[in-house]
């Protein structure tokens, strides 16, 4: 009987001191620095961790240590959270889901797969207070919020934990298209959720707005197209803000927050429709700008704009970074911004001052009847641009890999090419492209002041054509296809798979009708949803789509609303006959900036085209989404090519120091924590993107034991 007493009370023990153990293992990690507690690793996005565990010397050794498979396969841009030993993220079906960190076993998982595939997802955001934690993170236009241990829905969170993303925008953007796919970013008890709408003449406005993280309130909003009496004002036509053809000025790509200071900072895309201005004459506050604002109140404290008038498409693709940095032996509180055109614009965080001069250098005019072109455009002294521009390029840097090199050669002496070369019916060469030079990935910097950016070198075309006229007697569903489709799906339907839009002819086969006209109504991955669409034009698009439109079924309508008189007539690439980019490698560069100086500290070929890899030829740099972590051990690791890797650099040289297979190319930041003792880095490896294969891989690496 002692013997069975002693085992009972030896085993009392033991499981009072493994808990107590755990319980001690919280408290060393709890808001500590061995978590990934926030996107893109803290509310100053500088992708940086101070582990140092892995290293140049020992980085070879690392090792897959477990691997998820999610439910459904496809594009993952999710940057983990990763909070004492919890990982929470969002899938390619934006499913929030909770893993266990060091076994990868799935601990919750929350989400209906059918609808919301409407949209991708960068990740989640985390809130937590003495006595609950919460996980937040949008499905569609809809923001919810989580029990960060059960994965349940906090009821008492707006409506049965969910807020519609509607809520507090103008009246002529209620019906309008909205999504979430950047995380929001928590401040004290709010959040603040940035948004994508449409960018075309149906786009919502894109207001900024603050949410009570624990009632799911609207607590204030800034209005991005200024209202009678704002500043602003006067930079659009008069009552631009409820007129319904201008819209966007939003924040999608996410923002961060100076949480000494309580200053949240907030970059905003262009005014819709995105390439012809012709109804918003003037330069078009608050579009294409780094706002600081007042984090509690919404009150802006000063702003800068890095396009006026953007008629190119030059959304501010990135949160901003904070930073403190050296100059003329001042130590300056800084914010630095990458840009779409591949140019860091710096500024002093508290008044706004650019750190380095910023010149208005004058560019050409539009020769599209009713454009009216801003005279000039910003651009800083230093640092350089990181990306070729498009006034850099010769008949030279036509690529020597193409087949076609002559054809390719005649098309580019056609085409307009001075930097900030209007949009125009004699086509317009656009270098970066539309994706950058950077992109949502965003710049990683560490404590001494060096900004590690990756960039795309693609080269894309604008060609303008005048909109035809409607017509009362012509079929309703070409019309509607001309006007909402054609520009990614192409002419002929059959989309572009190197640019990412998928073949409609292919997709009529693999579809139903309904499908057809739920995935309209609201979208799928990057394709906005077309609810406010009118069912009489989606059910004519359909028959067109479908080849059964009969002219006389809907020749008595008429679409009134505003339609651009110009269009551009597709998201096009500058290819070779081969779908590769027309112009000379690298395509993808990994870039060092000091930017306590402006100086590039070294420049990398990223990545490797596979289709040439295969015949032998390498260091061509590749596409690339997703940006790099830079971490204490002096490495910078990225994934982000087409050609499914991850690899790691010599943060001081630019040296790869490591690179492994992935399951699927992985379109995502990384984010790296250490947990019982282990350092792990993790990426989502979902494909997809530039034609490359589906995955549903969450890996993690670290090294043996």
Known sequence: MRKKYALVISLFALTLFTSLVYLKNLDITFGSEDNWADYLGGPD?????????????????????????????????????????????????????????????????????????????????????KDEKRVLFTAGANLWALDALTGKPIKTFGENGKVDLHIGLPENSQEKYIISNTPGTVFENLIYMPVRVSEGDDAAIGDLRAFDVISGKLVWTFHTIPHPGEYGYKTFPPDAYKNESIGAVNNWAGMSVDIKTGILYVPTGSAAYDFYGGNRPGKNLFANTLIALDARTGKRI?????IHHDIWDRDLPAPPNLISISKGGKKIDAVAQVTKHGYVFIFDR???????????????????????????????????????????????????YAQNRAELIKKFISFKREQFDPPSEQGTLIMPGFDGGPEWGGAAIDPEGVMYVNANEMAWIIDMKKTEAKASNGPLGEQTYTNYCQACHGKDREGNKQSGYPSLVKAIQKYDKKKIFDIINSGRGMMPGFAYVKDIEKQALIQFLFNEEKKEMTSNYVNT????????????????????PAIAPPWGTLNAIDLNTGALKWKIV????????????????????????????????????????????????????????????AFATPATYKLNGKQYVVVACGGTKLGTPKGNKIVAFALPN
């Not at 000063?302 to 890095?306: G, R, V």
């Not at 250098?361 to 641009?385: A, C, D, F, I, R």
């Not at 030829?617 to 890797?645: C, H, M, Q, R, W």
């Open 350 to 400: 508290k008044i706004g001052k650019p750190v380095f001069p910023i010149k208005e250098v004058k560019v050409p005019k539009s020769m599209l009847p009713g454009e009216k072109t801003n005279k000039t455009q910003p651009l800083p002294k230093l640092p350089l641009p990181f990306a070729r521009q498009s006034n850099q390029l010769t008949e030279n840097d036509i690529s020597p």
């Open 302 to 306: 000063w702003h800068y704009q890095t």
């Open 561 to 580: 609303k505003y339609v651009s008189p110009y269009k551009m007539q597709g998201y096009t690439k500058f290819l070779d006959d081969r779908g590769l």
């Open 606 to 665: 990223l990545g490797d085209e596979p289709l040439l890899k295969k015949e032998g030829i390498t260091g061509t740099g590749s596409e690339n989404y997703g940006g790099p972590i830079v971490t204490a051990g002096k490495l910078v690791f990225i994934a982000a090519t087409k050609d499914a890797k991850i690899r790691a650099f010599d943060k001081e040289t630019g040296k790869m120091v490591w690179e492994h297979d992935l399951p699927a190319a």
């Open 45 to 129: 996005r500088n992708h940086y961790s101070k582990l140092d565990q892995i290293t140049a010397q020992n980085v070879n050794k690392l090792e897959i240590a477990w691997e998820y498979s999610t439910p459904d396969s496809g594009q993952m841009q999710m940057n983990p959270l990763v909070i004492d030993g919890v990982l929470y993220g969002v899938d390619a079906n934006v499913q929030a889901f909770a893993l266990n960190a060091s076994t990868g076993k799935e601990i919750w998982r929350f989400g209906d797969p059918v609808k919301n595939a409407s949209s991708t997802s960068r990740g989640a955001s985390f809130w937590q207070n």
